[in-house]
């Protein structure tokens, strides 16, 4: 297990700086995307974007898939990753199933609402009725409902372990703010684990 020090913080700070690309990308300042940044702050002699042995390896996908996503720049791209970079690290350990409920719980209650919003206010003819399949509150009941009325949300409903974030362009190319509460979102979650990153928060 890793002992994340100082030093890997203001390494990670210092690749950030120069922004993080889409794709595994090349080992040089600028050109990497987050999960290879960390393998070069770990020291690994492999250009790689597996960090299994340090980050669970549902969270380390589910960053890629982030990661790859269209953020408006590279800069942009490196401040939405920068908190979670460094918040995964030391959970290898951690329980798939339990951080896969988390995300889910978490998910439901600040994405799929913020999401149907912004279609009501694209369709607003339809906010009545979303509003009447969203009363009870946000929870799985409401996240099927809201999928059998409507295939737009299709991969939120389908992707169970949130790899939704490719197709977050379905999401009326909400662009860098659906990915930033994406990265909070998940940020939440790891925070509520007590990932041992967070401590250098």
Request: charged share 25%.
């Amino acid at each position: 297990m890793i002992t994340i020090t100082k030093q890997h913080i203001e390494k990670i700070d210092y690749y950030c700086s120069f922004g993080l690309v889409k794709g595994l990308g090349e080992r040089k300042e600028g050109g990497m995307c987050v999960e290879a940044m960390i393998a070069t702050v770990l020291g690994k002699e492999k250009h790689t974007d597996n960090n299994n042995d340090c980050v669970l390896p549902l969270l380390n996908s589910i960053k890629i898939a982030l990661n790859d996503s269209v953020w408006s720049s590279n800069i942009a791209r490196a401040k939405g990753m920068r908190n979670l970079a460094i918040a995964q690290l030391g959970t290898a350990g951690f329980d798939t199933d339990e951080f896969d409920r988390k995300l889910k719980e978490h998910s439901n209650k600040r994405i799929l609402p913020y999401l149907v919003q912004k279609h009501k206010e694209k369709e607003p003819e339809e906010a009545g009725k979303l509003d009447e399949l969203c009363v009870g509150g946000w929870n799985e009941e409401t996240r099927v409902k809201v999928y059998h009325n409507y295939y737009y949300y299709n991969n939120y409903y389908y992707y169970n372990n949130y790899y939704y974030y490719y197709y977050y362009y379905n999401y009326h190319n909400l662009g860098d703010t659906i990915l930033l509460l994406v990265a909070d979102t998940i940020l939440d979650v790891l925070k509520e684990m007590k990932s041992p990153g967070c401590e250098w928060l």
